[in-house]
């Protein structure tokens, strides 16, 4: 790792400064963001969310994975790769790793109901908001427990994310699309409602 300010030892080695923003952790009061110039940045299905937990019985475990999946999902993420410490001594050894792909989630999971909650969600605080402008809400927390979690809004948010709200839903609407309809182990239809890329827009306009 290089030491932090050496601007010039980060350019050296090809990387380059593509953001700066305030971020007080107690060590350092803003956050730098170097991306490698001349380097492609990997497909975000190339990553994966890496948990650790007690266990994955039980609705609890379940209710684990949906979380897990739904974090990875947004991300893009390839896969979910679980470090479980049932059985360890301590309570905090690793005595299992497990590794879920999204498609084997997605058919475990109803994740039709997930994003259209999520959207539920965002189609509300858009309509709430729209009369005040565009916003940016900035979410900042430093690592370890207990550790505050800050919050500020600017008014603006920058042009590359503009696209309205339009845009935002419009993105939600692709996931129903692309995870289609769920079926359970046996192959029939997990149940819920029937909400596919077609039907976001009716199914929006009666919720």
Request: one cysteine or more; glycine letters at 12%; a negative charge.
């Given at each position: 790792?290089?030491?932090?300010?050496?601007?010039?030892?980060?350019?050296?080695?090809?990387?380059?400064?593509?953001?700066?923003?305030?971020?007080?952790?107690?060590?350092?009061?803003?956050?730098?963001?170097?991306?490698?110039?001349?380097?492609?940045?990997?497909?975000?299905?190339?990553?994966?969310?890496?948990?650790?937990?007690?266990?994955?019985?039980?609705?609890?475990?379940?209710?684990?994975?949906?979380?897990?999946?739904?974090?990875?999902?947004?991300?893009?993420?390839?896969?979910?790769?679980?470090?479980?410490?049932?059985?360890?001594?301590?309570?905090?050894?690793?005595?299992?790793?497990?590794?879920y792909a999204l498609a084997e989630l997605e058919a475990q999971l109803d994740v039709r109901k997930v994003w259209g909650t999520l959207a539920r969600m965002l189609h509300h605080i858009l309509r709430e908001t729209d009369a005040d402008?565009?916003?940016?809400?900035?979410?900042?927390?430093?690592?370890?427990?207990?550790?505050?979690?800050?919050?500020?809004?600017?008014?603006?948010?920058?042009?590359?994310?503009?696209?309205?709200?339009?845009?935002?839903?419009?993105?939600?609407?692709?996931?129903?699309?692309?995870?289609?309809?769920?079926?359970?182990?046996?192959?029939?239809?997990?149940?819920?409602?029937?909400?596919?890329?077609?039907?976001?827009?009716?199914?929006?306009?009666?919720?």
């Open positions: 790792p290089l030491p932090p300010g050496d601007d010039a030892a980060y350019a050296d080695v090809g990387y380059k400064l593509t953001d700066s923003f305030p971020h007080s952790t107690g060590k350092c009061n803003s956050c730098r963001i170097w991306r490698a110039a001349d380097r492609k940045a990997a497909p975000a299905e190339a990553f994966v969310e890496v948990k650790k937990t007690t266990h994955l019985k039980g609705a609890g475990g379940r209710f684990k994975l949906l979380k897990f999946w739904l974090q990875a999902a947004l991300m893009r993420c390839g896969a979910v790769v679980v470090a479980t410490t049932d059985g360890s001594s301590d309570g905090d050894r690793v005595c299992r790793v497990q590794r402008g565009k916003w940016t809400l900035h979410i900042e927390k430093g690592s370890g427990m207990n550790t505050p979690v800050r919050l500020s809004v600017r008014q603006g948010w920058d042009e590359e994310w503009d696209g309205g709200g339009e845009n935002i839903l419009e993105r939600v609407s692709m996931l129903f699309s692309e995870n289609g309809r769920d079926q359970d182990a046996s192959g029939e239809d997990a149940g819920g409602e029937d909400v596919e890329g077609d039907d976001f827009d009716t199914w929006m306009a009666t919720t």
